[in-house]
């Protein structure tokens, strides 16, 4: 299908159809798969013949899934996983041995930070956590023994933005890989491999999804690479289920006109954040103030959904204008159509140290609101409540 526009893709790429013909993506709950003989499972199981054999290694549905989210993310192959996480397990796993280093941008997802040092630590893994956007800061914090670099970009919640080719320049320069964590973007925003990056990790739970109800997550790249990733998903079993992957699957139909939409609702809430006396300061990176504005819309379509900023008051008034919404769900959550707001330095990043939420940027007075795809005059005077008190 190489030949189609993404819109196409997103609702068409990847479907096999069963003997029955059916019109929608089947879903095949099935943990395992039937053979015509014993010779045919030998065939099967030591992959002489392509096909299924179990779930833990391959599913129809799962596989409908990888292929077409390969296709919005222009990735040669892709392999699923049971979540964000399981994602940036299988990538760290299969890359990365005693001995190796790892440069990670210091405003990561806290769970990839406590895996990067508690687990992977423990195996002789060893990080560097670069607190700046530079280029220049990564390619002086490499080592000759670094081989896996690791962004977000945008990073939530602060949404600063990573110089994705400029990164990939430093990263084959160092012999090592660039992993860039698209979650916030989605391929319908940006495609990290386009700019340079060598591998893309996706937690499917957030916009893929699209409407919060299943956790899931991919690793895309080479297929030599996400064949390993398969590898080691097979012998250590953190894959996709086919239900997550048959909700998600439907989620990505819808992909784009969600991020669009939801995109413009974020810019226009923003917009009257940036221009409210309670509040100092937006982190938005289609807002022409963000310092990496013009960075950000080179590499990515429009601002995304994440918009977070510094209310004036501290704690005690961010903590006031989260109590007083009604309609927004007060949740660590992003990703969904429902809206909602947290509290950074007291949920996401409540277990770092003081010192580290201020290296990280994390004021007392941070809130972040996921925009979902509610009307923005409810969004706003849900907001306006708390912050005009
Ligand atoms: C949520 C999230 C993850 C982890 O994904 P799960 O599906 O919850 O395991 C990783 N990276 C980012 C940027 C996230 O927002």
């Not at 395992?32 to 010779?39: G, K, Y």
Request: proline share 4%; charged share 20%.
């Amino acid at each position: 299908m190489d030949h189609y526009d993404p819109d196409t893709l997103a609702i068409r790429a990847g479907i096999v159809r069963s003997q029955f013909g059916e019109h929608s993506e089947a879903l095949f709950l099935t943990s395992s798969f039937v053979f015509a003989s014993a010779a045919q499972a030998a065939a099967r199981f030591s992959n002489a013949e392509p096909g299924m054999v179990y779930s833990r290694y391959t599913n129809p549905t799962v596989s409908m899934f990888q292929d077409r989210l390969a296709a919005l993310e222009g990735a040669e192959g892709c392999a699923a996983t049971a979540s964000g996480m399981a994602a940036i397990l299988a990538t760290a796993m299969t890359l990365l041995k005693a001995g190796d280093h790892v440069l990670c941008a210091s405003g990561v997802f806290g769970a990839t930070i406590q895996l990067f040092t508690g687990t992977l630590g423990k195996f002789g893994v060893e990080t560097t956590f670069v607190d700046s956007p530079e280029p220049l800061a990564w390619e002086r914090a490499a080592k000759p023994t670094t081989r896996l670099l690791f962004v977000e970009s945008p990073s939530n919640p602060l949404c600063e933005i990573f110089d994705i080719a400029a990164l990939a320049g430093v990263a084959r320069r160092a012999g090592a890989q660039l992993a860039v964590d698209n979650c916030l973007c989605s391929p319908a925003l940006q495609q990290p491999l386009a700019l340079g990056a060598d591998i893309v990790i996706h937690s499917a739970t957030k916009y893929l999804d699209g409407h919060g109800r299943v956790l899931g997550g991919a690793v895309l790249g080479a297929k030599a690479f996400t064949d390993q990733v398969s590898a080691f998903l097979r012998s250590a079993g953190p894959t996709l289920s086919p239900f997550n992957a048959w909700i998600v699957l439907k989620g990505l139909d819808t992909l784009r006109i969600r991020m669009e939409a939801q995109s413009a609702l974020a810019l226009e809430l923003a917009r009257w954040l940036q221009a409210h006396p309670r509040v100092s300061r937006v982190y938005y990176p289609a807002l022409e103030s963000h310092p990496q504005h013009v960075l950000a819309m080179r590499q990515q379509r429009l601002g995304g959904a994440i918009v977070s900023f510094d209310v004036q008051g501290g704690k005690e008034a961010a903590w006031r204008l989260i109590d007083s919404t009604r309609m927004i769900s007060i949740t660590a959550n992003l990703g969904d159509t429902k809206s909602t707001i947290t509290h950074p330095a007291s949920t996401t990043h409540g277990r770092l140290t003081p010192e580290a939420r201020a290296r990280a940027g994390i004021g007392d007075g941070l809130v972040r609101v996921a925009v979902g795809l509610e009307s923005f005059k409810d969004i706003r005077e849900d907001l306006a409540r708390g912050l005009e008190r």
